[in-house]
């Protein structure tokens, strides 16, 4: 272990060089590296180690001066136990190992002779099969020779018959043993090229999932055999059709169709080329011509358009049976400063159950409230009235009562007014709250009397509307308002089936920065729960999340339950649908429709609500009998005017309804009313503010501004004029006699008349009178004067006459002139 100068590596000590000292409690030893064996040399007063070179063996107990230095005799003792344990260990482990080795071997020859018996087992019944088949070909032969030998008796040779007989057909003799033959190569070709495994089944082929791969299951590889058989025997193998029932959209590309059809590419290709389409797998064809291809394939066409997406979220009727009780979603709306959020503060806690004390999250826009008596309600916080508009616009009903706060110290306020028009429209039965009962100024008549002036009779006024006298402040009539609340509940008898596909209404939407874009949805039927696939207006989602009005995650949300939902991919609009889908293709299709569509809605020229449009949209739905307005005025004596001279525009057949008059600027709750109910808006000496005209202008919603009142009466009245179907009247203005009837060959038959009174137009209509009957009414096809074709010919002139489909005129026949023409309607 030299380097190439003669020099010793590093670490290794030379002869007769002292390597290493080391000691043993008081005895030192010194080692000395020799050329041939390391020796440990004791320093002088210590022991001498063993001849024999090796450690000292001291039986146990022996002698001290024996043993090693400096290892006393319990030291020894608990050594030698040590190492009898490891020995002991050893060998239980050795025994162990044999015994699992001795198993295992057992298992694996068990293993080996039940594949044995089961490749026995087949091979028996390929044999047998075999068998049966080669007597099946035998018997079927011998047939055959008896069928032909009994129809041709007499061409059969006696010498030869023998020969005959043992081969059918005359064939040789020799000739079967052959066919014989090579039915058995070729059976026996087939048998190893059948992808089947012989012999043992090794590591490498388990582990490679077989020789070929993927297995092929046993009906595949009776239909191979079938095949095979139906092909040994000679008769024709044909595949048995399938009929599919193939989708086809407005539009679809033609390797699409293909896929749809299971048909190849190329003889979908082929068979529009037939058609006289060249049209490649990539290009788009249309609806009629992907039939035509579909048809001639033998299957079966279904037609859908775009908007069937949406079929898979209709909303199917629920059994009585499932019906269960649901709590009721109650509203508060009223004037600003009539305390509506006072009174909700005051119900709020004042009426939560124990439990709920922690707060509200004060985003959410709804909340529940557990009343003394078990009854769960429902409260909507919405922000003024827009959302309660904007639901009712997108058809989200969400709302069962409104909560009409009215002070009492105040009365009757626009706004109040403007709630009840609200209630009205949404067709929501309302409970009166009178507020602020505790202030020295209240007068709570002053309020019942001015609501009988908006068609609001309470109670207490012999009407049918319930009023209750209350304080946010002192906490007065909050229980009589509670058990109203609950009384009005039981009359509706609200029930929805939890047990089905969540339905709900988005109250208020947001984009949150840590958590994305997250809806606060009131559930109407059926049951939220996480990990649900939804699509809400434009957007969809799966929830990732969902959270209660206390602020704490819910695993699922019922019929009337608030909860905020996390997992939307963009944010929705308030009042938007929310619906669950089976998956989340589903309800990306249906998102990416919808969105496709208001971007088409947005993107037409006619999308406004004018009055001109309203006129011929009347026309042409003849339900429509009201003419919906909204009227803003500067102050109350104008709009109580122009409200008055509304009503007596107006007949049997059509009318003019104002759905919401007020006092003031245009504002923007005003375009969400007019849009909801397809209106236009009348301002009278007032304008719109910046956010109401960007409404309008996105929404779509007519503005008109007037400041003379006949002007706004003349317009409104002529539209509402348009709502009036045209009158139509005929007028005669001829006769003709038929004189001759004249026969042309490629034309038909030509009446010859005489105008006898009035003038004949070739615009106008006829009647064919024989005898003074009816015969015939229709148009004419041809009005000539000698040979010119003319517009018109005056009384006591003759002219040609030909009817446009009818022929059968005869001479003295009367024909009858006349025009029809509309006359507008007006009030």
Same mark, same amino acid.
Request: hydrophobic content about 40%; glycine content about 8%.
């Given at each position: ?58 039986? #146990? ?23 009898? &344990? ?17 198993? *295992? ?43 032909? &030998?009994?129809?041709?008796?007499? %061409? ?36 190893? $090229? ?32 079938? *095949? ?7 008769? +024709? =193998? ?99 400063? !009539? ?14 159950? +124990? ?29 003024? !009235? ?6 009712? +616009? ?31 429209? &949404? ?17 709570? $008549? ?7 002036? !908006? ?18 402040t002192t906490g007065q009539g909050l229980d009589e308002l509670l058990e109203a609340i609950a009384l009005q509940s039981e009359i509706l008898e609200l029930k929805a089936n939890p047990d089905r596909a969540a339905q709900g209404a988005v109250i208020e939407a947001q ?9 606060? /949805?009131? /559930? ?43 997992? #939307?991919?963009?944010?929705?609009? %308030?009042?938007?649908?929310?619906? =669950? ?12 429709? *919808? ?49 008055? +001279? ?54 779509? =919603? ?9 002007? #706004? ?54 009647? #064919? ?32 006459? %030909? ?25």
């Amino acid at each position: 272990m030299s380097d190439s100068d003669g020099k010793k590596p590093l670490g290794i000590a030379r002869p007769g060089q002292v390597k290493q000292s080391f000691s043993h409690g008081r005895t030192k030893s010194v080692v000395v590296e020799t050329k041939r064996k390391r020796v440990v040399v004791p320093k002088p007063g210590a022991a001498k180690p063993a001849a024999s070179g090796g450690a000292a063996k001291t039986p #146990l107990g022996g002698d001290p001066s024996k043993r090693p230095a400096g290892i006393s005799e319990a030291e020894l003792e608990r050594r030698m136990k040590a190492l009898q &344990a490891a020995k002991a260990r050893e060998a239980e482990d050795a025994a162990k190992r044999e015994a699992e080795e001795k198993a *295992r071997a057992e298992e694996r020859a068990k293993r080996r002779a039940e594949q044995e018996a089961k490749e026995r087992e087949e091979k028996e019944r390929e044999e047998a099969v075999k068998a049966k088949q080669d007597e099946e070909e035998r018997k079927k032969r011998e047939a055959e020779a008896a069928a032909q &030998a009994a129809a041709a008796p007499a %061409a059969i040779d006696p010498a030869v018959a023998p020969a005959q007989r043992r081969a059918p057909g005359g064939a040789a003799p020799a000739a079967t043993p052959r066919k014989k033959e090579n039915d058995r190569d070729s059976r026996g070709k087939a048998k190893q $090229d059948d992808g089947r495994r012989s012999g043992k089944l090794t590591l490498n082929q388990a582990l490679r999932g077989g020789e070929g791969g993927r297995h092929r299951s046993m009906a595949q590889m009776k239909r191979q055999q079938e *095949r095979a058989r139906k092909k040994a025997m000679g008769e +024709a =193998v044909e595949r048995e059709k399938v009929i599919r029932d193939v989708q086809i959209p407005e539009a679809i590309m033609v390797s699409e169709l293909a896929n749809r059809m299971s048909e190849k590419v190329a003889d979908v290709v082929k068979s529009l080329m037939t058609n006289g389409i060249m049209a490649t797998q990539t290009q788009t064809i249309d609806a009629d011509t992907a039939e035509l291809i579909v048809e001639e394939f033998g299957h079966n066409v279904v037609r859908v358009s775009d908007a069937d997406v949406e079929d898979v979220i209709n909303i199917a009727d629920d059994k009585p049976e499932d019906l269960q009780g649901r709590p009721p979603v109650i509203t508060i709306m009223g004037h600003v400063d !009539h305390g509506k959020t006072s009174l909700l503060d005051a119900i709020r806690n004042a009426r939560v159950v +124990a439990g709920e004390a922690g707060g509200i999250t004060q985003h959410i826009g709804a909340y529940q409230v557990t009343t003394e008596g078990g009854s769960v309600l429902t409260f909507l916080d919405t922000p003024g !009235h827009a959302a309660f508009t904007s639901m009712r +616009a997108r058809g989200a009903q969400v709302t069962d009562i409104v909560v009409l706060v009215v002070a009492a110290d105040d009365a009757v306020m626009p706004q109040t007014i403007e709630a009840i028009n609200h209630a009205k429209a &949404a067709n929501v039965p309302m409970i009166v709250a009178i507020n602020k009962c505790d202030k020295p100024a209240a007068n709570p $008549d002053k309020v019942r009397t001015d609501l009988l002036q !908006h068609e609001v009779i309470v109670e207490k006024m012999s009407g049918e509307v319930q009023d209750v006298e209350v304080s946010a402040t002192t906490g007065q009539g909050l229980d009589e308002l509670l058990e109203a609340i609950a009384l009005q509940s039981e009359i509706l008898e609200l029930k929805a089936n939890p047990d089905r596909a969540a339905q709900g209404a988005v109250i208020e939407a947001q984009l949150d920065v840590g958590r994305g874009p997250v809806a606060t /949805v009131l /559930v109407e039927t059926g049951t939220l729960k996480q990990g649900d696939i939804f699509v809400v207006g434009e957007q969809w989602g799966k929830v990732r999340a969902l959270i209660d009005d206390k602020g704490d995650r819910v695993k699922e949300a019922g019929p009337s339950v608030p909860v905020e939902v996390l997992g #939307l991919n963009g944010t929705p609009e %308030a009042g938007d649908v929310l619906n =669950v889908t089976s998956t989340e293709a589903q309800a990306r299709e249906i998102a990416e429709y *919808r969105e496709n569509a208001a971007k088409e809605k947005r993107a037409a020229a006619g999308a406004a609500v004018t009055l001109d449009q309203l006129m011929a949209n009347a026309k042409a739905d003849e339900n429509v009998s009201e003419l919906p307005i909204l009227v803003k005025a500067d102050v109350q004596g104008s709009a109580e005017a122009i409200v008055q +001279a509304m009503e007596k525009i107006g007949n049997d057949e059509v009318r003019v309804r104002v759905l919401h008059s007020g006092v003031g600027a245009i504002t923007e709750s005003d375009v969400g009313l007019a849009e909801a109910s397809g209106a236009p808006v009348i301002g009278f000496n007032v304008r719109a503010n910046a956010s109401a005209r960007n409404t309008a202008n996105q929404k779509g =919603v007519e503005i008109r501004y007037y400041s003379i009142i006949y002007d #706004l009466v003349d317009d409104v009245k002529a539209a509402a004029s348009g709502l009036l179907s045209a009158e139509v009247r005929e007028k005669f203005i001829g006769y003709a006699k038929i004189k001759e009837v004249f026969k042309v060959s490629n034309v038909g038959k030509i009446a010859g008349c005489l105008v006898t009174e009035g003038v004949a137009r070739r615009s106008a209509g006829v009647r #064919l009178l024989r005898d003074d009957v009816v015969i015939h009414e229709g148009t004419l096809k041809t009005l000539k004067r000698f040979k010119d074709e003319v517009a018109e010919v005056q009384s006591g002139q003759e002219c040609g006459m %030909a009817f446009e489909n009818y022929e059968d005129i005869r001479p003295d026949d009367v024909i009858e002139i006349f025009e029809r023409e509309e006359v507008e309607r007006s009030l």
